[in-house]
């Protein structure tokens, strides 16, 4: 079992950056892959980006050069760095866990971008 709290959103002006948190209750070193997805009004949840266990990074075409994933090991925590926030980025971001053969997921945290 693995419980990840997000935090970290807000309210932003197009163009600006926020930070979100996710903190995992489990070593996240041994944790296969983690990663960020968000859900817009009406929309289906869609990947934003992952980490895996290995260091390799994915992220979603949408967001590339503008967002970074990372993660502390020592605070079992990974990083969402979002910067030039565009108004189509406004959703609610979900961290998950992928620990085969389970997935896990955080009650989510809201980011809204205003034009």
């Known amino acids: 079992q693995v419980q990840l709290v997000e935090s970290g959103g807000g309210l932003v002006q197009a163009g600006g950056s926020l930070r979100l948190s996710c903190a995992a209750s489990?070593?996240?070193?041994?944790?296969?892959?983690m990663g960020w997805y968000r859900q817009a009004p009406g929309k289906q949840r869609e990947l934003v980006a992952t980490?895996?266990?290995?260091?390799?990074?994915n992220y979603a075409d949408s967001v590339k050069g503008r967002f970074t994933i990372s993660r502390d090991y020592a605070k079992n925590t990974v990083y969402l760095q979002m910067n030039s926030l565009k108004a189509e980025d406004t959703a609610v971001y979900y961290c998950?866990?992928?620990?085969?053969?389970?997935?896990?997921w955080g009650q989510g945290t809201q980011v809204t971008v205003s034009s």
């Open positions: 998950n866990a992928n620990d085969w053969p389970r997935s896990y």
């Open positions: 489990k070593n996240i070193f041994i944790i296969n892959s």
């Open positions: 980490i895996t266990s290995g260091g390799t990074t």
